[in-house]
């Protein structure tokens, strides 16, 4: 089946500085690649998506590019905020299978001020 | 518009009881998924329901079921409850099936089995 792998599992940085978390995918029909950050106490919130055929997305201070063959994909932040700082979650959907989303293992992002 | 609303928000059972947890989408959305989240397996997969019928299933035991009524609000049971049960029960809310559109969590329901 489907597998995702999301690296770092932790990941420091000085406020101001950028974050790049980073997922690699098993299945090569896989098509959407959605980023969910989740805060204490709180359910997981889509914050950018890319489909198969687009190979960068930017909104903001984030952005996301995907590289089909290496099959890896990888999610940018730039000029970080201490509210930046929470748990990030990539996914990783085909087609086929609907609406269900493979989840990465999560990174702790930490925003020192 | 109201996101997605998942009751109760926790919930303490005792092992061997059953739970029913409900979520209610965004108005309009037609699908809703469900997914257990702990911090030893992260966010799995449980089902999938458009327009009342499953349309996928997740690797849990048959102790797990759900279903969908026709104004979309979805439910899941959990039965003869066992102490590993215990998690994050989110629901997601989504416009249509198969065309890879966006996916909206709720809040979750916090289930405790002592």
């Known amino acids: 089946g489907e597998n995702v792998e999301q690296h770092p599992s932790t990941l420091s940085v000085q406020e101001g500085d950028s974050a790049v978390i980073k997922c690699t995918y098993s299945d090569s029909a896989s098509n959407y690649f959605p980023w969910y950050k989740q805060e204490l106490g709180k359910g997981p919130q889509l914050i950018i998506d890319i489909r198969s055929n687009v190979g960068e997305k930017k909104d903001q201070r984030i952005a996301v590019t995907l590289n089909k063959t290496a099959k890896h994909f990888s999610l940018h932040i730039t000029e970080t905020q201490p509210e930046d700082s929470a748990v990030y979650f990539c996914?990783?959907?085909?087609?086929?299978?609907?609406?269900?989303?493979?989840f990465g293992a999560g990174t702790i992002l930490r925003v020192k001020s | 518009k109201a996101g997605v609303t998942q009751t109760p928000r926790y919930l303490i059972k005792t092992r061997g009881q059953q739970v029913t947890l409900s979520c209610s989408p965004i108005s309009g959305h037609r699908s809703v998924s469900w997914y257990q989240q702990t911090p030893g397996q992260g966010l799995q997969f449980l089902f999938e329901?458009?327009?009342?019928?499953?349309?996928n299933k997740g690797n849990f035991p048959g102790r797990f079921s759900g279903r969908q009524f026709s104004n979309s609000r979805s439910e899941m049971n959990v039965s003869t409850l066992e102490l590993g049960d215990s998690a994050l029960y989110l629901c997601a809310s989504s416009f249509g099936v198969g065309v890879n559109t966006e996916a909206f969590f709720g809040q979750g329901t916090r289930l405790t089995v002592v």
């Open positions: 996914a990783a959907s085909w087609l086929e299978y609907g609406n269900k989303l493979v």
């Open positions: 329901y458009f327009s009342e019928t499953q349309r």
